[in-house]
């Protein structure tokens, strides 16, 4: 299968799925970066997400407070 063809079997999720996968399995073998430093540097970006998240959430919890 070409890269072409393979672009037009997959929806514009998966191809970003793919392109990740790619993308990191390609740093790994070359030995830009190792797996476990992948994974910390994955959990370190989940875990600022989850606190910005939280504080969107309070923020919009206190406006919907003092609207009320």
Known sequence: MSFEEA???????DSFRATVYAMN????HKGIYTQQEFRTLFVEWVEKENK???????SVERSKAASA
């Open 25 to 28: 399995t390609l740093l790994i």
């Open 52 to 58: 910005k998240k939280r504080a969107s959430d309070g």
């Open 7 to 13: 672009l037009e079997r997959v929806s514009r999720d």
